[in-house]
């Protein structure tokens, strides 16, 4: 099994370019969640979705947008990015129910110069 | 806003040492997790606790959800070289559509 793959695994920008970045999973999970992970902040949760078509904000949205056009997709996407933005990005999904144990992938390396 | 705090922030002991890391909020949730990340992955679950009180354990690890709760603490016994990384905790409230937030992390450092 796959599990959860983000692609791409590294990429830098110029200020201002858009990307977007993906998050498949292949274990049938409901909800799925995006992070940015910088030094001495843990994980901040940027957006998520709790099934197909529901996307929500989470606590640091500003400056991105999600879709969540099929159920083992999660895209998130950059409009305008900013050096703010430079970040190291995980992509999660669990269950809907019981623990909700969350599975992450790699991570993508995100820098904006 | 749910906010969970862990302490402290970093811990760095020598091999055969004790520890324990915490994890506070003043929200309740309907379940905790811990995980561990190493340099260059994500993170891995550990354990999830559900039920008030409960405590569970991992080998050397042992892990505890408050009566509340609001808390859990990760207790490493004899701790080893092997188990220097970053300790995560992460809260789910049913209650809040889904949300799984997590605290900012305590780095490990166990030196041989």
């Known amino acids: 099994n796959a599990g959860v793959t983000q692609t791409p695994k590294f990429r830098v920008l110029k200020t201002g370019q858009s990307m977007t970045l993906l998050c498949a999973q292949d274990?049938?999970?409901?909800?799925m969640y995006w992070y940015r992970q910088d030094p001495g902040m843990g994980l901040r949760l940027i957006h998520y979705?709790?099934?197909?078509?529901?996307?929500a904000k989470g606590e640091v949205p500003d400056g991105y947008n999600v879709s969540r056009l099929k159920k083992q997709n999660f895209l998130l996407g950059l409009e305008s990015a900013a050096p703010s933005q430079t970040s190291v990005y995980f992509c999660?999904?669990?269950?809907?129910?019981?623990?909700?144990?969350?599975?992450f992938g790699q991570g993508t390396r995100l820098t904006v110069v | 806003t749910q906010l969970l705090e862990q302490s402290p922030q970093f811990l760095s002991i020598q091999e055969g040492e004790n520890l324990t890391v915490y994890c506070n909020s003043s929200?309740?949730?309907?379940?905790l997790q811990w995980y561990r990340q190493e340099p260059g992955e994500g993170p891995v679950l550990l354990v999830t606790?559900?039920?008030?009180?409960e405590v569970k354990k991992l080998k050397r690890l042992t892990f505890q959800f408050g009566d509340a709760r609001k808390d859990s603490s990760l207790h490493i016994t004899a701790a080893q070289p092997g188990d220097t990384g970053l300790y995560l905790c992460?809260?789910?409230?049913?209650?809040?559509?889904?949300?799984?937030?997590f605290g900012q992390g305590t780095e490990l450092s166990v030196k041989p």
């Open positions: 929200s309740v949730f309907s379940s």
């Open positions: 992460a809260g789910a409230d049913d209650n809040q559509g889904g949300k799984l937030i």
């Open positions: 274990m049938n999970h409901e909800y």
């Open positions: 979705s709790v099934g197909e078509g529901t996307t």
């Open positions: 999660a999904s669990s269950y809907s129910t019981g623990s909700r144990l969350a599975f």
């Open positions: 606790v559900v039920t008030g009180g």
